[in-house]
């Protein structure tokens, strides 16, 4: 039943900042830290329930994937490379250093600073929608999601600052943010999956169920609050939120107010 809880507890941190700019992976070291969830298939089930999220954008853009938009998934396939080669030559190295809650709180701090600054540019946009990127855009986003590949500095952060860096508009930036989430988190979920295949057990079933469906449910409300959001608001907000959070979590392990235990 603890498990239960805590796959449901994580199972909306998921769904709720998969597509926000805040980090849904750092928030889920954060939040498994707080509440003690120590299974030993963490961090596998922190990939894996990433998919429930994929999967409320698979629903939401259901007309957009099953009309098999050659030129949509031809460019997801280019945005993908980057990360997925990188993701595999760094991947160990970054899980045994990173994913712990003091790394996050920096790359929330730094990733908000980032924001900011990008944010502020006031760029007029050279794409304003999907359908008028190029592979060479797909490109430029790809390479920008390999920053993602650090925890707490987020995949959706990465790919939509990215993508208004690089001429996106700031609602092309988001919804092609939201199509690349689903070559990279199958991707992302089935390898940890097979790697990690021993740590599988048939008892935990119902944890990974749960985690699964709550995060879908949670990330599909956020998909349609965010798309209205961003057509008239930019990311300030969350920039700050991201600084303010993250300087909350340094201040409480150097004061030792928060046993951060995998600190």
């Known amino acids: 039943m603890s498990n239960l809880v805590d796959a449901f507890i994580l199972g ?29 298939g963490r961090d596998v089930f922190y990939v894996a329930i ?3 999220a994929m999967l409320a954008v698979l629903w939401e853009y259901r007309p957009r994937f ?41 790359a929330f701090i730094i990733g908000g600073i980032i924001i900011l600054m990008v944010d502020r540019r006031g760029r007029d946009p050279r794409v304003h929608s999907t359908a008028q990127m190029t592979w060479l855009d797909a490109l430029k986003v790809g390479v920008a999601q390999c920053f993602a590949l650090i925890p707490g500095m987020s995949r959706s952060g990465a790919t939509i ?51 699964l469906i709550v ?11 965010l798309i ?11 920039a700050w939120y991201r600084i303010v959070f993250g300087l909350v979590v340094l201040a409480t392990a150097y004061f030792g107010w928060v046993d951060w235990h995998q600190a």
């Not at 998934?73 to 712990?100: E, N, R």
């Not at 930036?173 to 599988?200: C, M, N, Q, W």
């Not at 995060?215 to 609050?225: D, E, G, K, L, T």
Request: avoid cysteine; proline fraction near 6%; charged fraction near 15%.
């Open 161 to 211: 600052i990215g993508g208004m860096l690089f001429g996106l508009s700031r609602p092309a930036a988001t919804e092609f943010s939201f199509f690349l989430a689903v070559p990279t988190l199958i991707a992302a979920g089935a390898y940890d999956l097979y790697k990690h295949r021993e740590l599988l057990s048939p008892q935990d079933a119902g944890m990974w169920a749960v985690g």
């Open 12 to 40: 909306i941190v998921e769904g709720l900042t998969e597509f926000l700019p805040i980090s849904s992976t750092g928030h889920l070291i954060l939040a498994g830290d707080l509440i003690g969830f120590d299974h030993p």
């Open 228 to 238: 209205r959001y961003v057509a008239t608001h930019d990311f300030r907000w969350f």
């Open 50 to 52: 990433q998919t429930g």
């Open 66 to 106: 099953l009309r098999v938009d050659p030129r949509l998934w031809t460019h997801l396939v280019v945005a993908f490379i980057p990360a997925a080669v990188l993701g595999l030559a760094f991947g160990k190295l970054i899980k045994s250093h990173l994913f712990k809650p003091v790394p996050v709180a920096l």
């Open 215 to 225: 995060s879908f449910i949670s990330a599909f409300m956020v998909i349609r609050w």
